[in-house]
Structures are given as structure tokens and as C-alpha cells.
């Protein structure tokens, strides 16, 4: 298939947000990437509900919303609400990982499940079923511009053999470090799914830069 692109909106411009997300709407973009950070599961803090609405009302492509908080499940349905079109949990955050991302499917959302670099993609196994996406992180989640971390191609390989061998329709995607030097051995080593913050929204020409991203050019 078709690899896809999703732009990270931690990068963006929060002076002028809209005209960030407008610009996303015109690129060759498939998803708008949406990072939630508690400070609490990770050191960091970005946004919560209110910028996801006021985003969701004039974003024209899916928002991919992960979940970098503890205790997620108190939350799904206002992350439904509030316009999520795929939502991602953390792994490391979840006891009840099929309670979660079954009542995530449940409203009608997109499930994922995300990695932090230390996790083993073989813990994943009897989840595959259930789930439509994984996201590999390739750096440690809670800050952007990180350095892209060169183990994580052995865990995509690794993630894309048992998704193949199962025969399962989940997609691979990846954040940390993506840019337009890393991202076609990326999709050779299995990634369907590109997110980018920094090497888009830093670019002198982000428009741009998301058509090398989409077109590998």
C-alpha cells in the first residue's frame, strides 16, 4: 500500500495555529499528527481537549491523536467527542490493553498501541487482532527534535514479519527523529505511516517537504 504522511502539530506555530493546520489541509498530508503529553507519563505537558476541537473544526484530514498519559481510559470518550479519528495508547500506560483499545474500536475510532523504545514488539503478539495500528517510537517520547534512535529499523522489521505472518491488517507507524533522509528505508524496512514534526513545520518550505515525505522524491 500507499505509504502515508502525519504531520506532527507539536512543531507547529502555536502564535497561528490555523494557518499551520491550513497549511496541512493543502499538502499532500494524509492524517494531522496530535501528541497528548500529561506530565505524568512523560516530562512534558503539550494540549488538551480544547485545541483539539477548535483544530478538528477546520482540519480536513484524520486526526491521529497519541495518548502519552497515564490512566488513558478515563478519557476515550472525550478524545471521541472531541473529534479523534485514530487514538493511540501507550502500552507501557495500559493494564487492560484489550479493555482499552476495544472500547476505543467500540467508538468508533481507529485503535492503535505505541511502543517506547525499550518495549519489545514481541509483547504485541496477542494484541495484533485487535488493533489497527502500532506505533514504533524512534525516540523517547516526550519532546520533539530528539535524534532518531538506528535500533528501532531491527524492531519494525521485526513487527512487520509478525503482522505478515498473522496475516493482519495493522499499519506500522513511526515518530522521533523522521525526515526526509530516513523515511525511504523506513517504508523498505515496513512503516506505513510517517510522522514528522520538526523536519516539516522547521522546513523553509513545509509544503514541500511533506510532498518528499509522501513521494519519497
Not at 502525519?6 to 496541512?24: C, K, R, T, Y
Request: glycine share 6%; with cysteine.
Amino acid at each position: 500500500m500507499e505509504h502515508l504522511v502525519s504531520p506532527s502539530l507539536l512543531a507547529a506555530n502555536f502564535i497561528n495555529l490555523e494557518s499551520d493546520v491550513n497549511l496541512v489541509n493543502r499538502s499532500d498530508a494524509d492524517w494531522l499528527h496530535l501528541d497528548i503529553m500529561d506530565g505524568v507519563f512523560v516530562p512534558n505537558i503539550s494540549f488538551g481537549f480544547p485545541v483539539i476541537q477548535a483544530v478538528k473544526k477546520i482540519a480536513s484530514k484524520p486526526l491521529d491523536v497519541h495518548l502519552m498519559i497515564v490512566d488513558p481510559d478515563r478519557y476515550l470518550v472525550r478524545f471521541s467527542e472531541a473529534g479523534a479519528n485514530i487514538l493511540t495508547v501507550q502500552y507501557e500506560a495500559c493494564p487492560h490493553l484489550n479493555r482499552t483499545v476495544t472500547e476505543i474500536r467500540n467508538l468508533n475510532m481507529k485503535a492503535g498501541v505505541a511502543l517506547n523504545p525499550h518495549t519489545p514488539v514481541s509483547l504485541l503478539k496477542n494484541i495484533l487482532p485487535y488493533i489497527d495500528m502500532v506505533l514504533i517510537m524512534t525516540v523517547n517520547p516526550g519532546f520533539g527534535g530528539q535524534l532518531f534512535i538506528k535500533e528501532s529499523y531491527n524492531k519494525i522489521a521485526e513487527l512487520r514479519k509478525m503482522i505478515s505472518d498473522g496475516g493482519y491488517n495493522v499499519l506500522i507507524e513511526v515518530d522521533g527523529g523522521i525526515d526526509t533522509v530516513n523515511a525511504h528505508r523506513l517504508i523498505e524496512t515496513g512503516a506505513n505511516v510517517l510522522v514528522a514534526g520538526n523536519s516539516i513545520f522547521g522546513s523553509a518550505d513545509p509544503v514541500g517537504t511533506i510532498q518528499k515525505l509522501k513521494r519519497l522524491l
